[in-house]
């Protein structure tokens, strides 16, 4: 295999084959609006002259990002924010990793996951039957019998592709059902040829933009991003392990959007019994595991991945965006299927975090933390990153115990939820009560 380098773009030969990759992006490129005095306010026109580039992890008004060691000697958790371009189509993409038994496998995925998605060619996605044929050869054990029903999982892969009247052709460049889970099963493979020993959770959010009225009000931008107004996206989620997704919708409720990977979850320990009846025990706290581990999906763990432990990622689409837009755009019954709790759009927020986060705070803890610290601080200091901030600090104060990260991701109703605090009495009697200071 040769390489050369083309700019930021590689060229891989394999075969004779020609395989062109490049790095995705890790920010914004903006064209500012033309708002010559000529015209009116409701056109949207690009500026002729330059363009602006912003870096997703330094727009703190719109992204929030923090993490901490906590009372760990070390971090394993890592973060990435990318925009891939996935079939001429602009992807603005989020991702909390958790790593354990050291940081090679989260840091290899912060650095190269969000290139493969987006690199993942034409071939390697229809050639997925090679891919679980490398699996059943090469790890056997559980892949043998997965390679037997291997069906079965892409038409689950396949029927998972959300489909929505009013945007066939949007919708029909989107291959994320299928780019998705193969890239995922792709990067463990060949990470588990390179790392040895450590593992990694993983919890990925894609945002893809299908429609902006630009004509309703001012648009600061040209281009069609999740955060414009009047805009619908299209949000996909892909989950391993027990990092998690949550949306908090226009009431201020907390919707958890994953299920962890554990022992105890239902569909996981059925999914193993199959072929490790005997692999599961329970620890000194009497938490079930599997054989040493607390999570049955991870990329990495290669001691584990002939008993089972997967990367292939559970996925999940919905629509956010403008509740005007959405109640226009999409039927009544998409509306009840595809939006959270089929309230129609003007979400919040979106939360990605480790489990140190949530193995002390529940969701809608986290969700009340970021929209108290927003009132607290005033308009112009309630961005996203200080409520992120915040979340890692009561963290800390209260003395979690496993590394803790979170990303907060603005949504269009920012800021428009109710002045109600649902947990405010439980976290202060937390705060109250500290255990490192004696109470």
């Given at each position: 295999?040769?390489?050369?380098?083309?700019?930021?773009?590689?060229?891989?030969?394999?075969?004779?084959?020609?395989?062109?990759?490049r790095?995705?992006?890790?920010s914004?490129?903006?064209?500012?609006?033309?708002?010559?005095?000529?015209?009116?306010?409701?056109?949207t026109?690009?500026?002729?002259?330059?363009?602006?580039?912003?870096?997703?992890?330094k727009?703190?008004?719109?992204?929030?990002?923090?993490?901490?060691?906590v009372?760990?000697?070390?971090?394993?958790?890592?973060?990435?924010?990318?925009?891939?371009s996935?079939?001429?189509?602009?992807?603005?993409?989020?991702?909390?990793?958790?790593?354990?038994?050291?940081?090679?496998?989260?840091?290899?995925?912060?650095?190269?996951?969000?290139?493969n998605?987006?690199?993942?060619?034409?071939?390697?996605?229809?050639?997925?039957?090679?891919?679980?044929?490398?699996?059943?050869?090469?790890?056997?054990?559980?892949?043998?019998?997965?390679?037997?029903?291997?069906?079965k999982?892409?038409?689950?892969?396949?029927?998972?592709?959300?489909?929505?009247?009013?945007?066939t052709?949007?919708?029909?460049?989107?291959?994320?059902?299928?780019?998705?889970?193969?890239?995922?099963?792709?990067?463990?493979?060949?990470?588990?040829?390179?790392?040895?020993?450590?593992?990694?959770?993983?919890?990925?959010?894609?945002?893809?933009?299908?429609?902006?009225?630009?004509?309703?009000?001012?648009?600061?931008?040209?281009?069609?991003?999740?955060?414009?107004?009047r805009?619908i996206?299209?949000?996909?989620?892909?989950?391993?392990?027990?990092?998690?997704?949550?949306?908090?919708?226009?009431?201020?409720?907390?919707?958890?959007?994953?299920?962890?990977?554990?022992?105890s979850?239902?569909?996981?320990?059925?999914?193993?019994?199959?072929?490790?009846?005997?692999?599961?025990?329970?620890?000194?706290?009497?938490?079930?595991?599997?054989?040493?581990?607390?999570?049955t999906?991870?990329?990495g763990?290669?001691?584990?991945?002939?008993?089972?432990?997967?990367?292939?990622?559970?996925?999940?689409?919905?629509?956010?965006?403008?509740?005007?837009?959405?109640?226009?755009?999409?039927t009544?019954?998409?509306?009840?299927?595809?939006?959270?709790?089929?309230?129609?759009?003007?979400?919040?927020?979106?939360?990605?975090?480790?489990?140190?986060?949530?193995n002390?705070?529940?969701?809608?803890?986290?969700?009340d933390?970021v929209?108290?610290?927003?009132?607290?601080?005033?308009?112009?200091?309630?961005s996203p990153?200080?409520?992120?901030?915040?979340?890692?600090?009561?963290?800390?104060?209260?003395?979690?115990d496993d590394?803790?990260?979170?990303?907060v991701?603005?949504?269009?109703?920012?800021g428009?939820?109710?002045?109600?605090?649902?947990?405010?009495?439980?976290?202060?009697?937390?705060?109250?009560?500290?255990?490192?200071?004696?109470?």
């Amino acid at each position: 295999m040769s390489i050369r380098r083309l700019g930021t773009r590689f060229q891989f030969q394999r075969h004779g084959t020609l395989v062109i990759s490049r790095h995705a992006s890790d920010s914004i490129v903006f064209t500012a609006v033309d708002r010559s005095p000529n015209l009116p306010l409701s056109t949207t026109k690009p500026l002729a002259s330059g363009k602006l580039r912003v870096p997703l992890l330094k727009s703190p008004s719109h992204f929030g990002h923090a993490t901490s060691r906590v009372n760990r000697p070390y971090n394993e958790d890592k973060y990435s924010a990318k925009v891939l371009s996935i079939n001429d189509q602009a992807i603005i993409n989020f991702n909390v990793f958790d790593g354990h038994g050291g940081e090679q496998c989260s840091s290899y995925l912060s650095e190269h996951l969000a290139d493969n998605v987006e690199s993942a060619t034409q071939e390697l996605i229809e050639g997925k039957e090679e891919l679980a044929k490398k699996y059943a050869k090469n790890i056997g054990g559980y892949w043998k019998r997965w390679y037997k029903h291997r069906e079965k999982a892409f038409e689950l892969w396949q029927g998972s592709k959300i489909r929505l009247k009013n945007f066939t052709k949007e919708l029909s460049k989107n291959d994320l059902n299928l780019r998705i889970p193969v890239s995922f099963l792709n990067t463990d493979y060949e990470m588990c040829q390179r790392i040895q020993e450590s593992g990694s959770t993983c919890t990925s959010v894609y945002l893809q933009t299908l429609f902006t009225n630009q004509q309703a009000q001012f648009q600061p931008v040209f281009e069609n991003f999740y955060f414009n107004r009047r805009t619908i996206s299209l949000l996909t989620i892909a989950h391993v392990g027990d990092t998690r997704a949550i949306l908090v919708d226009k009431n201020g409720l907390a919707n958890g959007l994953t299920e962890d990977h554990h022992p105890s979850n239902p569909i996981e320990s059925q999914r193993l019994r199959r072929y490790a009846a005997n692999f599961f025990m329970a620890d000194s706290f009497g938490e079930e595991r599997f054989i040493a581990l607390a999570n049955t999906r991870a990329f990495g763990d290669n001691n584990y991945k002939e008993v089972g432990v997967t990367a292939e990622p559970d996925f999940t689409q919905l629509i956010i965006g403008d509740s005007h837009e959405i109640n226009s755009h999409l039927t009544a019954d998409e509306i009840k299927k595809y939006t959270i709790n089929g309230l129609g759009g003007d979400e919040c927020f979106l939360v990605l975090c480790s489990d140190g986060v949530t193995n002390v705070l529940t969701d809608q803890e986290v969700a009340d933390i970021v929209m108290t610290r927003h009132k607290m601080s005033g308009h112009s200091k309630a961005s996203p990153q200080n409520c992120a901030s915040e979340v890692v600090k009561f963290v800390e104060y209260v003395g979690g115990d496993d590394n803790a990260t979170i990303l907060v991701i603005r949504l269009s109703g920012w800021g428009h939820w109710p002045n109600v605090d649902r947990t405010g009495e439980l976290r202060q009697s937390r705060l109250d009560f500290n255990p490192r200071r004696g109470g």
